[in-house]
């Protein structure tokens, strides 16, 4: 099968602790291992009969609107209070009326939260079911084949002991959704993406264990999991992202270790050979989330990730063209850069990069536009109430990508926000 980039799945996510939160407004010493922080991203996974989450790709550039007599920019946010710590940020028809909605999970009260497309952006926020009350993150993708989104959402222990839980929740088609199903996990978990390992289209998840490895849950084709093998990472695995990054159509994951990232490639059928461990560049010596897909229109993903606590700026490494990585490179963006997410966000058919910087009195979102050629020109700063998370995908119609973020502004006040940035071209 081959990686059409026209039908990916794009539910973006990013994830979270209340050890994170804690961590971003600096009221306790972080450590540098970064093991503490957890995440999880769904990123670009091959057409596998999933559902299209969200609208984000550059395939879909050739299907929206390519005016160059208009410059695309982002609308100042709407904000939506959300309650709680909010564990990660979707966008995705979750309701099945053919329009983006916005979903996340919240600690504390441990619940799913959709805040559902009305049309044109205008979202209302519905419960739709219970969840555990330590999220630190969750994935989204139709594990079941019924064509609506569903989720994994990853619990961390209340004492912080092994072992944890993997909770599968199916929609029921309305985007309320069934009661959870729980996967023990065999260690501690910090991450979790989806995706089609095993080429049955069907979404699989990999899950950071916390030490150094990753393990597999392979989607039996129902929407009920087996656990797959446990593969090294090389290093303390703290984030993952999943992408063709030889583009053979098998998925590989590219995962975020104390110093340094890591990619291993998929040989089919989830079997992972050992990891190529690239040290990060002393500018971004630090961990944080990561994001993979194409920037130079090769097909070839590259691999982005935010220096967070190590400096303001993002480090883009570009793909050779076999898999292989480049050196890195950093950017500016604001403080503490967190999740961070690619879309087209100019319209020029190349992804950009969107980034949540999490500092406690950033308040904003840097998007850093792609020259054409996987390097970026001065960033530019949208106001968001306390971003961690951060999403993209159409809302509003337009066939261009908006961006939703999550985060708690107020902490410690579990105050849960989403901010819409929806985008205009005038
Ligand atoms: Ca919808
Ligand atoms: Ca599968
Ligand atoms: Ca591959
Ligand atoms: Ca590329």
Request: proline share 6%.
């Given at each position: ?19 994170f ?6 009221v ?6 970064g ?9 670009a996974?091959?057409d596998?009969g999933?559902?299209?989450?969200g609208?984000m790709?550059?395939g879909?550039v050739d ?11 982002f609308?100042?946010p709407?904000?939506y209070?959300?309650s709680g710590?909010?564990?990660?940020v ?11 909605d ?7 009260s ?5 805040l ?18 330590m ?11 019924d064509g609506?989104?569903?989720l ?6 209340p ?9 599968i929740?199916l ?21 979790i ?36 093998p ?8 703290s984030?993952?992202?999943a ?17 340094s990232v890591?990619v ?18 002393p ?13 130079t229109g090769d ?9 967070h606590?190590?400096g ?28 961070l997410?690619?879309g ?5 058919g ?15 979102v ?13 960033t530019?700063?949208y ?32 105050n ?9 071209c005038e």
């Amino acid at each position: 099968m081959g990686y059409d980039t026209r039908r990916l799945v794009r539910g973006v996510k990013a994830g979270v602790s209340l050890l994170f939160y804690v961590c971003a407004l600096g009221v306790l010493g972080c450590s540098r291992t970064g093991i503490e922080l957890s995440s999880l991203e769904t990123r670009a996974v091959p057409d596998a009969g999933l559902v299209d989450a969200g609208g984000m790709d550059a395939g879909d550039v050739d299907a929206g609107r390519r005016d160059a007599s208009c410059q695309w920019r982002f609308a100042p946010p709407v904000k939506y209070d959300v309650s709680g710590y909010p564990a990660d940020v979707a966008i995705g028809d979750f309701d099945g009326d053919d329009l983006g909605d916005v979903l996340t999970v919240t600690s504390t009260s441990g619940q799913i939260a959709l805040l559902k497309n009305l049309g044109r952006g205008e979202l209302t926020l519905r419960a739709a079911g219970p969840a555990g009350t330590m999220p630190f993150g969750f994935a989204s993708a139709d594990f079941s084949g019924d064509g609506s989104l569903d989720l994994a959402v990853g619990y961390r222990s209340p004492t912080g002991s092994t072992p944890t839980w993997v909770s599968i929740f199916l929609n029921r088609g309305d985007g309320t959704f069934n009661s959870e199903v729980v996967y023990q996990n065999p260690s501690n978990a910090f991450g979790i993406v989806a995706g089609d390992f095993d080429g049955d289209h069907r979404a699989d998840l990999a899950i950071c264990s916390g030490g150094m490895s990753v393990f597999l849950l392979i989607n039996r084709g129902d929407g009920t999991f087996r656990f797959g093998p446990e593969y090294p990472t090389g290093s303390y695995a703290s984030y993952l992202t999943a992408a063709d990054f030889d583009h053979d159509g098998a998925l590989d994951l590219g995962i975020a270790g104390t110093f340094s990232v890591a990619v291993l490639f998929n040989q089919g059928n989830a079997e992972f050979r050992a990891p190529v461990v690239y040290d990060n560049s002393p500018a971004c010596n630090y961990v944080g989330p990561l994001v993979a897909g194409d920037l130079t229109g090769d097909d070839y993903p590259e691999l982005v990730r935010s220096c967070h606590q190590g400096g303001p700026f993002v480090a883009a490494r570009k793909n050779n063209g076999d898999g292989s990585l480049n050196d890195e490179l950093t950017y500016g963006t604001g403080q503490w850069p967190y999740r961070l997410v690619m879309g087209d966000f100019t319209g020029d058919g190349r992804n950009d990069l969107a980034v949540a910087n999490s500092w406690a009195y950033a308040n904003s979102v840097s998007v850093l536009p792609n020259l054409g050629d996987g390097t970026f020109a001065p960033t530019l700063s949208y106001d968001a109430a306390g971003p961690v998370f951060i999403a993209a995908g159409d809302l509003n119609g337009d066939a261009h990508p908006d961006i939703a973020t999550a985060g708690s502004p107020g902490y410690p006040e579990p105050n849960g926000t989403v901010s819409v940035l929806l985008s205009i071209c005038e």
